[in-house]
């Protein structure tokens, strides 16, 4: 910020006289009151002198521009215009021999605003400002994305703590369960016992009293028989009821908890350990002007794709359950001629119609389904964008789910190439696997907002929504070419036809614009007045050479390549 502070006038203070100066002469670097611009300006050797208003001082008093060399402590007056280097008359005096580039600094700044020097100056900066920005965007995604992991790693202590005490619930249930039916088995030794002996207890009071009956009213005979009698009887229960005292057995109910069990707590002494692991993050320092000369080429079109026209096949306008909001992010032929549609909205469907636009049924998924692949007669490939870090293999017959495969991040666009998948996860990368959901590699690539990818064969085609770039790369992420045409806007769905040319939607430009195989030519084949309106996904049939586009509100057309 330029500072409010008085400027003298210099040559008044030389005097020892404390004027305030009116403008500033950037040769003399000092400051002049109107008396002394005026005098200034009449000398021969000053006239030259650029002069500028103090307001205009203020604005560069802070941009330090050394005219004095540092190492000679003299004025710089001379240019080197082969060591690109300012001298002083010491320098030249210094040196062993005179560089015949060596020219009057007046002389070389001559041109000095018109000069590429500035130019590239100016563009580096704005360059450098621009990575800046990206890079503190990049920052600002890397603190979010910490932030998920923080969650992440709560819920997996949350699910974990969860599943433990689920499990000892389990445990404890169990061996409740078991002290139940011992306790109770133990208990009915017990009764049955007590059964026996209420009931011999009962016999000795009947045959006590039988007794005193004998005694008290039978003959001396019947007393004699009955005693001996009664005692035999009494004697053999006698032995019943040792017999019985001998064979019980008293319980004591322990238990032993398992060792695991019983050390946890002095042996577990942390729940988990949280780790950081630390990489180089790929954010790569940018050459605007190189990008800038690369992407804005125009090139004139070629006869190959000026004489490439669309003919229409079929228009139709996908059909609204209870007025739900149609989304459609992604979009095949599938091999039975069908059409297949997400609807990444509300309800977790996709859409399938007839080839002549019938709908036929709305097909239950695990998610909000993103993006399809076809990955032969049978297969499809389904992402869930947002909603799940998982993609899943479904039948194109019965659409069940026969595979889930696991992703490191969410999933968007997917493509299927000779047995591999190459989906779109994760911070700027493409995941590579096999069919059993192996990873293979990870791919790096130039852009964080790439939603939408497609292959062909040996090379990766994805669209760059926010710097309006198509890219084109090898299967092992080693980018071919990128465009960037004024005419898109916010690039989305892409696909590639038999020749490999790319076809790329305009979500926000409203267009269909189809780019050479080489990236050395494009031609705008549909607009808005064709019906384009925030075009979404697009796919192309080989085999039937049909191209079909659906807008975001569910419009679906169908064309023919001619």
Known sequence: MASDKHVPCGPCKFDDFTIEAGSWCTNCEEGLCEDCENVHRKIKLLRNHKVISIEDYRKIENVTISLVCELHGENLELFCQNHDKALCKACIRSLNKLCP???????????????????????????????????????????????????????????????????????????LLKLGSISDNCKSKNKELLQKLESKTKLLIKLNEQTLQLKQLSSDIQLFLGTRQVN?????????????????????????????????SKKVEDFGQIKVLESCTEFEFRNYKMDQAQIEASVPASGILSNMKLQLIKTFQM???????????????????????????????????????????????????????????????????????????????????????RLPSNGYGVSHEDGRLYVKSGNSTIQVMDLSGKQLETLKLSSDSVLNITTSRDKIFYTDYKKNIVHCCRLNGEELWQVKRESVSHPYGVTVDHDRNVYVVGLVSNNLTIIQQDGKDSKTLLTESDGLFYPQAVDFDMDKRTLLICNKGGKVSMYKVV
């Open 101 to 175: 580039g060596v020219v009057p600094i007046s002389v070389a700044s001559k041109k000095a605003r018109q000069s590429t020097a500035l130019s590239d100056l100016e563009k580096e900066i704005q360059g450098t400002l621009l990575n800046m920005q990206e890079f503190t965007k990049n920052r600002e995604s890397a603190t979010k994305e910490i932030e998920k992991q923080e969650l992440m790693v709560k819920n997996i202590v949350f699910e974990t703590r969860t599943k433990i005490n689920r499990y000892l619930d389990k445990l404890q249930e169990k061996l």
């Open 232 to 264: 035999e009887r009494i004697v053999s229960e006698i032995k019943s009821i040792k017999s019985e005292m001998s064979a019980t057995k008293d319980f004591e109910l322990k238990v032993d908890i398992h060792s695991l069990i019983e050390n946890f």
């Open 319 to 405: 059909k609204r359950e209870n007025d739900f909001v149609i989304d459609v992010r992604g979009c095949v032929i599938l091999p039975n001629g069908n059409l297949l549609m997400t609807n990444y909205s509300k309800q977790n469907q996709l859409v399938e119609y007839k080839y002549t636009g019938e709908h036929m049924r709305d097909i239950q998924v695990s998610a909000l389904p993103f993006f399809i692949a076809v990955i032969d007669p049978n297969r499809i490939a389904v992402t869930y964008g947002d909603t799940a870090k998982f993609m899943e293999i479904r039948n194109t017959h019965s659409f069940r789910a026969e595979k889930e495969i």
